[in-house]
């Protein structure tokens, strides 16, 4: 008995559980992460911050730092054909019809649309592609040497990655524009599609329960996991958290913001302030259609009359 329980003992100690080789110091799922004061880009603390991994759509900090540097917000955009491959998440943007650029921005930012970052890179570079060797050089100018991107949207791609240090270089980049601050602190956006109203949520669950959050962006892929880069106030000081590789986004970010804030948002909050699917606020239908229906209904009342006489006999 003994010497099954040594035993035991030897193979926790060498083959720990899989939960514990998941996590890092802290309970810290991410591979790499960093927390900075934005104004001196002071490191409060990190972990393997300057590791080039894949930024998932962290990405879209940089599209829309780029498209709002060439756009005003009021040009109309006209997606080509080749928006209807592009993978969700998306608008359901439709190829040849005319949107505004602003709406595509808060598409990119709020809603995460794929389609919305694509529609944007073409417009302003006329190639995606190009759009994002614009994207690469505009990041070797705030000091972002650790980041290459081939897309807009930061779907998988071999050669697109960044880093935790240089997502938080972006960020505080982008936040020198007060249309980029309106941008990440917007909550829900009311998307305006011909017949249809849509209204999506962001999916920075932190602005719904964590008053001292600015703003972010989230991000998502398998092989990219979570990623998430963001902005927050204390005394007067902004400081700007970015991580990469996480298995649990909110544990891990609440995890670092413990070391600069006292209290912070629990498990239970976090969850309540979970992104809902988008909600159709209005449609608008032929008159035909309704006239069609209610003749439908009236049929339908006449047959079940019909049954219950028969009943009765």
Do not use: D, Q, W
């Given at each position: 008995m003994r010497f099954v329980l040594a035993l035991s003992l030897l193979v926790s100690l060498l083959f720990p559980p899989l939960a514990l080789c998941a996590q890092g110091e802290n309970g810290i799922t991410a591979t790499s992460y960093i927390l900075v004061e934005r104004d001196s880009f002071r490191v409060i603390t990190g972990k393997d911050y300057h590791r080039r991994l894949p930024p998932a759509s962290t990405t879209k900090v940089m599209t829309t730092l780029v498209a709002m540097e060439h756009l005003d917000g009021d040009e109309t955009v006209i997606p080509d054909r080749q928006v209807l491959r592009i993978s969700p998440s998306k608008m359901n943007l439709v190829p040849g019809k005319k949107y505004r650029s602003a709406d595509l921005m808060k598409g990119t930012m709020v809603k995460s649309a794929n389609d919305a970052a694509y529609a944007l890179a073409t417009?302003?570079?006329?190639?995606?592609?190009?759009?994002a060797r614009l994207m690469t050089q505009r990041a070797r100018e705030v000091g972002a040497i650790d980041t290459n991107f081939e897309n807009a949207s930061g779907l998988p791609s071999d050669n697109q990655y960044s880093t935790p240090y240089d997502l938080a270089l972006i960020f505080r980049q982008a936040m020198a524009s007060e249309r980029f601050l309106e941008l990440i602190a917007t909550r829900y956006f009311l998307f305006e599609d011909s017949a249809r109203k849509v209204r999506y949520k962001?999916?920075?669950?932190?602005?719904?329960?964590?008053?001292?959050?600015?703003?972010?962006?989230?991000?998502?892929?398998?092989?990219?996991?979570?990623?998430?880069?963001?902005?927050?106030?204390k005394n007067g000081r902004v400081y700007i958290v970015a991580l990469l590789g996480s298995r649990n986004l909110w544990g891990d970010t609440v995890e670092i913001l413990k070391t600069i804030y006292d209290d912070v948002p629990t498990d239970k909050e976090l969850r309540r302030a979970r992104a809902?699917?988008?909600?159709?606020?209005?449609?608008?239908?032929?008159?035909?259609?309704?006239?069609?229906?209610?003749?439908?209904?009236?049929?339908?009342s006449v047959k079940s009359k019909k049954k219950k006489t028969v009943k009765k006999q």
């Open positions: 417009h302003v570079s006329g190639s995606e592609s190009a759009f962001n999916h920075n669950r932190l602005l719904f329960c964590f008053e001292p959050a600015i703003g972010g962006k989230t991000g998502y892929t398998r092989a990219a996991r979570h990623c998430y880069v963001g902005a927050f106030e809902s699917s988008a909600t159709l606020c209005s449609t608008t239908s032929p008159k035909k259609k309704s006239g069609s229906r209610k003749k439908v209904l009236k049929h339908r």
